[in-house]
């Protein structure tokens, strides 16, 4: 591992060194466990070793793998990374090599994915289906019971062999072991259901089964729901019982896990605030002495030091800022916090990713998971590289032709950097898009990026360098509507810059990601009075409450009543939200669900005018296509957004063209049909990537 000083002035406690079982970790962050596509094929082994040696030359504490199923009932998909047979030690060497090479702790996940899984074979002890998953279960029977108990014991030994420092049980999130604790999944009669005792029986004797086959010193760490956020969760004096019992039995540490994959409470999205859930694992700490670990939206060096400061916790586990920043905890301990690339927690090249079955990385950092083949290898002969534009595209193009060591010149013409980022940070819960500005604006200053603001390059410009990027961005389509350029209308980007005065009724045009976006803006507190920056105001809209007694901690969620009454509105008859991300857009439904949104799909723009917004709606014949006039509907608004998509910016590819200038396309200026913050960052690493 990379040297980090001992204990650097800023983070005294993140730096101390903190023993479980055997082991002794540098540090106390944990890089949580975490999915990444690679696990579940021998052919990636290299490529995992790499992903894993990057973030432990990267200074964090301890690696927990990704969910490795003891037994195939337990696969999460079919063929899913599962360590049961002495061949999978072979594949799993390759890994932990990687990382004790690099100097790092990696602990093995052992995860039974329980009614959660994504295959056939998939086994559970209860009988009501899984919401959110296909496939029927088999309702386990004592024999299955008993050998799975067997095969978590078989997977830590083999895992010890593998070369791991410890193991991590997988107790939560709704994966087996849940549903055997929760009321919620487990309505057997038997040994194993009824009462609490029973529910718990089957962890117990798992735990029990784990120290039978590996020694005293090896570290097992329980992963432990300390929140279920379902109806008949456990309770806390559940919970409690449950943490001291896994110590009695021999668990070295409990790493907390907040809410199941069904729940309806958000635990990782963006808009949750930082640091939501240390409360719920910090209440452990008069039941256990041994360590805990805190979890769900730590993101920055500054949110661990002040948890491990003020909040009775050992450690604290972060998964996805290691995939944003390999380097977080060396950059933390040398005094660098403001060039870590912090998790903006969209989960849109990471969780996205798995739950459609594609390999993990980062929005922000698009090496991640593909460190052997996006290589920002230094230049032998350094190029005079321009930028144009400073939105995600060209920011990314502009940090990383310099990290090549290419001598670059970023012009924008706007007074600041950002684009459309810029835009998104003033959008209630996603506040957290500032921190990628101040990334690449610390980037861009200590790679020495020479940066024109308010300055519009010309092909003039252009002419003394050696390649040309074009980043130029989007802007907002105004649709072809009677009465469009009507005093009440306006762009997404001229209300949420502020740049507009907006009324009390508001009709929105378009139901896109921006068009709930700017629901949620118009109908939301902003700013510091934004829910995700305001704990109280966020456990009310969703329904948190820290009554010890209620199961799953769970009560009514009551939002706060909106700012503004909002119409939402597209032409398409289908459901709204539809193209939102896989794991955020439920999220986002829900909430312009709470504030009253009223959506309206299926309806064509007749005109605008001073009585407000004329919509009609037709019905098509399915056989001739002839359309029938069904009903007409005026709103009264005061204002109309439109965010009815954008159109590409390439005011510069003809006169570049035309004077010979080599140059590249990326981001929004490139397809704007499908603007996308995540291709935009990783088309202008790639664009820098191949300027030699
Ligand atoms: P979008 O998702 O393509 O939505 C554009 C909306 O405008 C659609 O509702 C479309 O619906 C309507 N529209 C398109 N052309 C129109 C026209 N000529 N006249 C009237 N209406 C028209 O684009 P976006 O909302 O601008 O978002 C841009 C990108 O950013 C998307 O890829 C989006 O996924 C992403 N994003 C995501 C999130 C998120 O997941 N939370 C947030 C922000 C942005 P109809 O054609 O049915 O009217
Ligand atoms: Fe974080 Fe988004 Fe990157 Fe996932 S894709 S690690 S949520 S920044």
Redesign the pocket.
């Given at each position: 591992m990379t040297d980090t000083p001992a204990a650097p002035t800023r983070y005294p406690n993140l730096f101390r060194p903190l023993t479980i079982g055997g082991i002794t970790l540098p540090n106390r962050s944990v890089m949580g466990s975490m999915h990444t596509g690679l696990e579940d094929r021998l052919k990636h082994a290299d490529e995992l070793g790499e992903f894993y040696a990057e973030r432990a030359r990267g200074g964090v504490g301890l690696i927990i793998t990704g969910g490795i199923t003891p037994i195939r009932s337990g696969d999460l998909m079919p063929m899913g990374a599962r360590m049961a047979t002495p061949l999978s030690v072979f594949h799993h060497r390759k890994v932990t090599d990687a990382v004790h090479e690099a100097g790092g702790l990696i602990a093995m996940q052992i995860l039974h994915a329980g009614r959660y899984g994504v295959t056939p074979f998939k086994a559970a002890p209860g009988s009501a289906p899984s919401p959110i998953h296909p496939f029927k279960h088999m309702r386990m029977t004592e024999s299955m019971i008993r050998r799975t108990i067997r095969a978590f014991g078989r997977a830590a030994r083999l895992a010890r062999r593998a070369g791991y420092d410890a193991v991590e049980i997988m107790g939560g999130e709704g994966y087996l072991i849940n549903q055997f604790l929760c009321a919620h999944t487990n309505d057997r009669t038997d040994r194993w259901g009824g009462s609490t005792a029973n529910r718990q029986r089957f962890l117990i004797e798992v735990i029990d089964e784990i120290r039978r086959q590996v020694p005293r010193e090896f570290p097992v760490i329980l992963r432990q729901s300390v929140a279920d956020f379902v109806q008949n969760g456990q309770t806390f004096e559940e919970i409690a019982l449950m943490a001291r019992r896994a110590e009695r039995h021999g668990v070295d540490a409990i790493n907390t896990d907040i809410g199941w994959h069904e729940a309806r409470v958000p635990t990782i999205v963006t808009s949750v605030p930082r640091g939501a859930f240390v409360k719920f694992t910090e209440r452990l700490r008069d039941e256990v002495s041994i360590p805990l670990i805190a979890s769900n939206r730590i993101n920055t060096p500054e949110v661990a030091e002040d948890i491990l400061t003020h909040r009775r916790v050992d450690a604290v586990s972060m998964a996805r800022p290691f995939l944003a920043d390999a380097d977080f905890m060396v950059k933390a301990a040398a005094g660098r916090a403001e060039e870590i690339n912090t998790c903006i927690g969209?989960n849109?090249a990471c969780l996205d990713h798995i739950f459609v079955g594609k390999k993990v990385s980062c929005l922000v950092n698009p090496r991640a998971g593909r460190e052997t083949r996006l290589v920002l290898s230094p230049t032998r002969a350094a190029k005079k590289v321009a930028v144009i534009g400073a939105g995600p595209a060209g920011l990314s193009a502009a940090v990383a032709s310099a990290e090549k060591g290419h001598k670059v010149t970023l012009f924008e013409s706007r007074d600041h950097v950002g684009g459309?980022f810029a835009i998104?940070a003033r959008?209630p819960g996603?506040e957290e898009f500032h921190e990628s500005i101040r990334y690449f604006r610390t980037q861009l200053a200590v790679k020495g990026v020479d940066v024109r603001l308010n300055t519009r390059a010309s092909v003039e410009d252009l002419k003394e360098f050696d390649h040309v990027i074009l980043a130029t961005g989007v802007t907002?389509?105004v649709?072809?509507?009677d009465g469009v350029d009507h005093p009440s209308v306006m762009t997404?980007a001229e209300a949420v810059r502020g740049e507009r005065e907006i009324g009390h009724r508001v009709a929105v045009?378009?139901?896109?990601?921006?068009?709930?976006?700017v629901s949620e803006f118009l109908t939301t507190p902003t700013g510091a009075d934004s829910p995700s920056l305001n704990l109280k105001e966020w456990e009310q809209e969703w329904g948190v409450t820290e009554d010890l007694e209620t199961p799953g901690f769970l009560t009514t969620p009551r939002p706060d009543a909106p700012l503004r009454e909002v119409y939402m509105?597209?032409?398409?008859a289908?459901r709204?939200g539809k193209?939102?991300?896989k794991t955020?857009?439920w999220v986002?439904r829900a909430a312009v669900k709470g504030k009253k949104v009223e959506q309206i799909?299926g309806?064509t723009?007749e005109k605008i005018d001073d009585d407000g917004l004329h919509l009609a709606f037709y019905e098509e014949d399915d056989k001739t296509g002839e359309k029938t006039l069904k009903d007409r509907r005026v709103i009264a608004v005061d204002s109309i957004v439109?965010?009815?998509?954008?159109e590409s910016v390439k005011d510069l590819v003809g006169p570049l063209e035309a004077a010979g200038i080599s140059f590249d396309i990326v981001g929004g200026a490139d397809l704007a049909?499908?603007?996308?913050?995540k291709r935009a960052i990783r088309q202008g690493t790639e664009a820098a990537a191949k300027i030699a």
């Open positions: 969209c849109q459309q998104a959008i996603k907002p389509r649709p072809a509507i997404y045009l378009g139901a896109g990601g921006i068009g709930f976006d509105i597209q032409r398409k289908s709204q193209s939102l991300g955020s857009g986002h799909s309806a723009y439109l965010c009815t998509g954008q049909a499908e603007l996308d913050a």
